[in-house]
């Protein structure tokens, strides 16, 4: 168990003992796994009954999912990294675990081992199909320049064989019919459709047809469904506005009727990050931030889930700046034959919180990787991918137990670098750090702490003729900051912050006081990786020959927030709501519920209402109340009327659900009128819905 760190600090402070304050915390943790299940990363499961998205808060792009029987099994898309493929499993849609990956290498190529000066950056697996027909699991997936490939399994932990397809189907999806015959769509825009041959290798002549046109909006990143003898598909519209729209037919060739939006504009009030501007460099230009952006943040590729109890759920992508593509989960509403995202009154608008599919499985709250590792065991733990294909000779876990050894290949640049291992950086905020000993280093080494990105930022050791420095490079703007280093033995940190895009490198010679080195730099969404920032460790050598070695004694990723609430949930406690940036809130004037300046903001007691809701109580006893849209004080037991979901946005501002319209508490910043009838928070935070409480 790692130290806790208690917010920032490191070090307890309260006058406590060291060995009194790790009893007290062991029992603290132990007291709290096993009535929530606490972990250390980012966990969707609040342990309440409800959830919070993202599902995962790290790069988990393209999703598919299915379920069969009462186990869901999810994978999506790893382009460049090996081993390729997840596949998770799960018994209540929020809480997964990892059962492997379906290949561990695959190599078509020198770009795939990035070998020649070739790279397969931003390429590779992409946009896969997971499907369980007669017994066996099928995952039909694209590679670029290469033909769609299939794998299958008769356990979805593997092992799974790979056929060459011999057609090349951008973002297929497959639909296995009650007749026995085997149907894929896929395309760009427009969307073809065909029958497939008995043993899935081709398509059957003849049977290729534009489905729809992309005049309907239907977009890419399709999933094919039968539900209740119709059939059905979802899509992405990614360009500009991003949404996701929605077919249906009687036939399986059509024709169609297209809704084009069942899920918009629902991004968490995330607003648009920074940017890559000009992508010739260095230097680079990035472009800031936007938060008046509405729409290319939303939730837009996925499909829909039904549970054994019969309800419908949603699972999507959005884009989340500089950490990646995250996926989502959505409850579905089905109304007019269409299966909405979102709730009664609120349709196409996800809440970020909600309570759990009823599926009847109690899950202990658990994520599906661990990140930390001491490389003490005889594997690399499942967190970890390659970037592109390793020389397997060329690192090692056994040539000195405990350390994972990089043996240095010559590379022009971190780039370019081979043997480079990766996992997904995970936010909101985190902060990797690698013990690094640089004693087996030769000239021309540089090995340590990157995190991957288009531009990439390192730090690390530069072994020299007379010796080693720390050294911190920044390709964005292709500058280089040093530092004298004593010894061999070093820690390397890269705290993240990706709620701002931006990150810091800092070291230390003892592991506890850290020297910052290069400046705050910025972390960009890019599409050259096609990734979000990945945390790296890595050893090359740009003398053009083959080098040393670096040994990484230990890896760890710290997080800031690793649950869905920043701020614990106040209950019986009095609170002030005060709207994000306004000096307006909630008051009580001659009697009635009023906006108020922030100076004048009355104080309502939180009420726990169960499953993470609220009623909120004012002084003389009476609740805050919705009804048809009124928002006023009422008396009364708590009842639906007076409930609200309490929910963050990704920023951490408090938004309140009303459970009487299934819409958001809001003050008018022009009126100052008070209802709730808002659809969701945001990106600019000053609509009036995000509260700021104390």
Same mark, same amino acid.
């Given at each position: 168990?790692?130290?806790?760190?208690?917010?920032?600090?490191?070090?307890?402070?309260?006058?406590?003992?060291?060995?009194?304050?790790? #009893?007290?915390?062991?029992?603290?943790?132990?007291?709290?796994? $096993?009535?929530?299940?606490?972990?250390?990363?980012?966990?969707?499961?609040?342990?309440?009954?409800? @959830?919070?998205?993202?599902?995962?808060?790290? /790069?988990?792009?393209?999703?598919?999912?299915?379920?069969?029987?009462?186990?869901?099994?999810?994978?999506?898309?790893?382009?460049?990294?090996?081993?390729?493929?997840?596949?998770?499993?799960?018994?209540?849609?929020?809480?997964?675990?990892?059962?492997?990956?379906?290949?561990?290498?695959?190599?078509?190529?020198?770009?795939?081992?990035?070998?020649?000066?070739?790279?397969?950056?931003?390429?590779?697996?992409?946009?896969?199909?997971?499907?369980?027909?007669?017994?066996?699991?099928?995952?039909?997936?694209?590679?670029?320049?290469?033909?769609?490939?299939?794998?299958?399994?008769?356990?979805?932990?593997?092992?799974?064989?790979?056929?060459?397809?011999?057609?090349?189907?951008?973002?297929?999806?497959?639909?296995?019919?009650?007749?026995?015959?085997?149907?894929?769509?896929?395309?760009?825009?427009?969307?073809?459709?065909?029958?497939?041959?008995?043993?899935?290798?081709?398509?059957?002549?003849?049977?290729?047809?534009?489905?729809?046109?992309?005049?309907?909006?239907?977009?890419?990143?399709?999933?094919?469904?039968?539900?209740?003898?119709?059939?059905?598909?979802?899509?992405?519209?990614?360009?500009?506005?991003?949404?996701?729209?929605?077919?249906?037919?009687?036939?399986?060739?059509?024709?169609?009727?297209?809704?084009?939006?069942?899920?918009?504009?629902?991004?968490?009030?995330?607003?648009?990050?920074?940017?890559?501007?000009?992508?010739?460099?260095?230097?680079? /230009?990035?472009?800031?931030?936007?938060?008046? !952006?509405?729409?290319?943040?939303?939730?837009?590729?996925?499909?829909?889930?039904?549970?054994?109890?019969?309800?419908?759920?949603?699972?999507?992508?959005?884009?989340?700046?500089?950490?990646? #593509?995250?996926?989502?989960? !959505?409850?579905?509403?089905?109304?007019?034959?269409?299966?909405?995202?979102?709730?009664?009154?609120?349709? #196409?608008?996800?809440?970020?919180?909600? =309570?759990?599919?009823?599926?009847?499985?109690?899950?202990?709250?658990?994520?599906?990787?661990?990140?930390?590792?001491?490389?003490?065991?005889?594997?690399?733990?499942?967190?970890?991918?390659?970037?592109?294909?390793?020389?397997?000779?060329?690192?090692?876990?056994?040539?000195?137990?405990? @350390?994972?050894?990089?043996?240095?290949?010559?590379?022009?640049?971190?780039?370019?670098?081979?043997?480079?291992?990766?996992?997904?950086?995970?936010?909101?905020?985190?902060?990797?750090?690698?013990?690094?000993?640089?004693?087996?280093?030769?000239?021309?080494?540089?090995?340590?702490?990157?995190?991957?990105? @288009?531009?990439?930022?390192?730090?690390?050791?530069?072994?020299?003729?007379?010796?080693?420095?720390?050294?911190?490079?920044?390709?964005?703007?292709?500058?280089?900051?040093?530092?004298?280093?004593?010894?061999?033995?070093?820690?390397?940190?890269?705290?993240?912050?990706?709620?701002?895009?931006?990150?810091?490198?800092?070291?230390? &010679?003892?592991?506890?006081?850290?020297?910052?080195?290069?400046?705050?730099? %910025?972390?960009?969404?890019?599409?050259?990786?096609?990734?979000?920032?990945?945390?790296?460790?890595? %050893?090359?050598?740009?003398?053009?020959?083959?080098?040393?070695?670096?040994?990484?004694?230990?890896?760890?990723?710290?997080?800031?927030?690793?649950?869905?609430?920043?701020?614990?949930?106040?209950?019986?406690?009095?609170?002030?709501?005060?709207?994000?940036?306004?000096? &307006? $809130?909630?008051?009580?004037?001659?009697?009635?519920?009023?906006?108020?300046?922030? $100076?004048?903001?009355?104080?309502?007691?939180?009420?726990?209402?169960?499953?993470?809701?609220?009623?909120?109580?004012?002084?003389?006893?009476?609740?805050?109340?919705?009804?048809?849209?009124?928002?006023?004080?009422?008396?009364?037991?708590?009842?639906?009327? &007076?409930?609200?979901?309490?929910? /963050?946005?990704?920023?951490?501002?408090?938004?309140?659900? !009303?459970?009487?319209?299934?819409?958001?508490?809001?003050?008018?910043? =022009?009126?100052?009128?008070?209802?709730?009838?808002? $659809?969701?928070?945001?990106?600019?935070?000053?609509?009036?819905?995000?509260?700021?409480?104390?």
């Amino acid at each position: 168990m790692r130290e806790f760190t208690g917010g920032t600090s490191r070090r307890g402070g309260l006058g406590i003992t060291r060995p009194t304050l790790k #009893r007290i915390l062991a029992l603290a943790l132990f007291t709290l796994t $096993a009535t929530v299940g606490l972990t250390e990363t980012w966990t969707a499961d609040n342990g309440n009954g409800t @959830f919070t998205n993202p599902l995962f808060y790290d /790069e988990f792009s393209d999703p598919d999912l299915i379920r069969v029987g009462g186990d869901y099994y999810l994978t999506g898309t790893t382009m460049h990294t090996m081993p390729g493929l997840p596949v998770l499993h799960s018994k209540d849609l929020v809480n997964w675990r990892l059962l492997g990956y379906v290949f561990d290498r695959l190599d078509l190529g020198p770009e795939f081992r990035l070998e020649d000066g070739k790279e397969i950056y931003g390429q590779g697996i992409w946009a896969p199909s997971l499907r369980f027909h007669d017994g066996t699991f099928h995952i039909f997936t694209n590679i670029n320049r290469h033909t769609t490939q299939h794998f299958t399994a008769t356990n979805p932990a593997g092992p799974w064989t790979r056929v060459a397809m011999k057609q090349s189907l951008h973002d297929l999806s497959v639909l296995f019919d009650d007749d026995g015959k085997a149907y894929v769509i896929w395309g760009y825009g427009d969307i073809q459709f065909a029958q497939l041959t008995n043993d899935l290798t081709d398509i059957v002549p003849g049977t290729r047809r534009t489905l729809i046109e992309k005049s309907a909006g239907m977009g890419e990143g399709l999933h094919f469904y039968k539900i209740a003898g119709r059939y059905l598909i979802t899509s992405a519209w990614f360009n500009d506005h991003m949404r996701m729209a929605c077919a249906r037919a009687g036939k399986p060739e059509g024709p169609y009727e297209v809704e084009r939006a069942i899920s918009t504009d629902e991004d968490f009030g995330l607003a648009e990050g920074k940017r890559m501007w000009k992508t010739a460099g260095p230097p680079f /230009e990035v472009k800031p931030g936007n938060s008046a !952006s509405r729409g290319r943040m939303s939730l837009h590729q996925g499909g829909i889930v039904d549970t054994p109890t019969g309800e419908w759920w949603g699972f999507s992508m959005m884009d989340f700046n500089s950490v990646g #593509r995250l996926t989502c989960l !959505s409850p579905v509403t089905w109304q007019d034959g269409w299966p909405y995202f979102g709730l009664p009154g609120n349709l #196409r608008r996800t809440p970020r919180t909600w =309570v759990k599919p009823a599926g009847g499985s109690t899950s202990i709250p658990a994520a599906p990787y661990e990140r930390d590792d001491d490389f003490s065991g005889p594997k690399l733990k499942a967190i970890w991918q390659w970037n592109h294909v390793p020389d397997d000779t060329r690192w090692s876990l056994a040539e000195r137990p405990g @350390f994972l050894r990089l043996h240095a290949l010559p590379a022009a640049d971190f780039w370019h670098a081979r043997n480079t291992l990766t996992q997904r950086a995970v936010g909101p905020q985190s902060t990797p750090t690698a013990l690094l000993d640089a004693s087996g280093m030769k000239p021309g080494d540089c090995a340590g702490l990157a995190l991957l990105n @288009f531009p990439y930022a390192w730090i690390g050791v530069r072994c020299g003729a007379d010796g080693v420095t720390i050294e911190q490079f920044n390709q964005l703007t292709g500058k280089t900051s040093r530092a004298p280093l004593t010894g061999r033995r070093v820690w390397l940190r890269a705290p993240c912050d990706f709620l701002r895009d931006m990150a810091t490198f800092s070291y230390s &010679t003892d592991g506890k006081i850290f020297q910052p080195l290069g400046g705050e730099f %910025d972390l960009p969404f890019q599409l050259k990786t096609f990734q979000g920032v990945r945390y790296a460790l890595f %050893d090359f050598n740009d003398a053009s020959t083959l080098g040393g070695y670096a040994d990484f004694d230990e890896f760890s990723v710290d997080e800031l927030h690793p649950h869905g609430l920043m701020r614990p949930i106040p209950y019986g406690l009095p609170v002030t709501l005060t709207a994000h940036d306004y000096e &307006t $809130a909630l008051g009580v004037k001659d009697g009635a519920l009023s906006a108020t300046p922030a $100076a004048a903001a009355s104080q309502f007691t939180v009420l726990d209402g169960g499953l993470g809701r609220v009623a909120l109580r004012a002084g003389d006893g009476r609740l805050i109340s919705v009804e048809h849209n009124k928002v006023a004080l009422t008396r009364g037991e708590q009842s639906k009327a &007076t409930t609200f979901q309490w929910i /963050e946005n990704v920023y951490g501002d408090l938004v309140l659900l !009303s459970l009487s319209t299934n819409r958001y508490l809001r003050i008018d910043p =022009v009126s100052g009128a008070i209802t709730a009838d808002h $659809a969701g928070p945001a990106p600019g935070r000053r609509d009036g819905s995000c509260f700021d409480w104390k």
